[in-house]
């Protein structure tokens, strides 16, 4: 059964760091992965989609790795910025019933 | 404007009562997903759907009930045999019907259900 770990559960940091957010599953049987941000009590925002035949995917100060040999993905935000606040949700493509399987988050803040 | 929308926002549920969250989407998107988020968990899976009038259970289908008439609609309901309903639920879609197209899912705004 698929299993996927987000580490670190929550980060803070200053305004202007570079941060990497990790995220790693158990069966490299994927069709692709996906990033996502959640505001406090909002739905979810599709950041980047990295298919399986993909290594990297980028979006203006947001990057996006996939290693699926190893089982890893990081999301990697440049000059982070105090609206980057939010929980940054990863999920594998593919499971049996043709659904997400997500992580439990990285809580970001990000201090002025 | 395309997307998905879900009502109600905030929705209160007596005990013993089954209740109703709707989800539609205008992107012409053939799979509709139905997921639950608990405080500190990941989001998990009630119901999807591939195509109109075909639906499968996910991980956690006990206590719900769906049905997908049109391709635009794929509302939810809590029945009273879910007994911890509260939760926020999340509504999504995608195009393809089939595992290897699956693209980006679209998210709607989410339901907040509480218990009176």
């Known amino acids: 059964k698929q299993e996927v770990t987000q580490i670190p559960a929550a980060l803070s940091v200053p305004e202007g760091e570079n941060l990497v957010l990790n995220c790693s599953f158990t069966?490299?049987?994927?069709?692709?992965l996906q990033w996502f941000r959640q505001d406090p009590g909002k739905g979810l925002t599709s950041l980047l989609l990295?298919?399986?035949?993909?290594r990297e995917q980028t979006s203006g100060r947001l990057n996006a790795s996939l290693d699926k040999s190893s089982g890893r993905s990081t999301l990697y935000i440049a000059a982070s910025q105090p609206g980057d606040s939010a929980t940054y949700l990863c999920?594998?493509?593919?499971?049996?019933?043709?659904?997400?399987?997500f992580g439990k988050g990285t809580k970001l803040s990000v201090k002025p | 404007d395309g997307g998905i929308t879900q009502s109600p926002k905030y929705l209160f549920r007596k005990e013993g009562q089954n209740v109703t969250l709707s989800c539609e989407q205008n992107?012409?998107?053939?799979?509709m997903y139905w997921y639950r988020q608990d405080p500190g968990q990941g989001l998990r899976l009630i119901y999807y759907?591939?195509?109109?009038?075909?639906?499968q259970k996910g991980d956690i289908a006990e206590g719900y009930s769906v049905s997908r008439e049109k391709k635009e609609s794929f509302p939810l309901t809590v029945t009273s045999a879910q007994k911890n309903p509260t939760a926020f639920y999340l509504c999504?879609?995608?195009?393809?019907?089939?595992?290897?197209?699956?693209?980006?899912?679209?998210f709607g705004p989410g339901t907040r259900l509480l218990v009176l």
């Open positions: 999504a879609s995608s195009s393809g019907q089939r595992l290897a197209d699956q693209e980006t899912q679209y």
């Open positions: 069966d490299s049987a994927i069709y692709n």
């Open positions: 990295i298919q399986s035949s993909q």
């Open positions: 999920a594998v493509g593919g499971g049996s019933q043709g659904n997400l399987i």
């Open positions: 992107l012409n998107h053939d799979a």
């Open positions: 759907s591939q195509i109109v009038n075909d639906f």
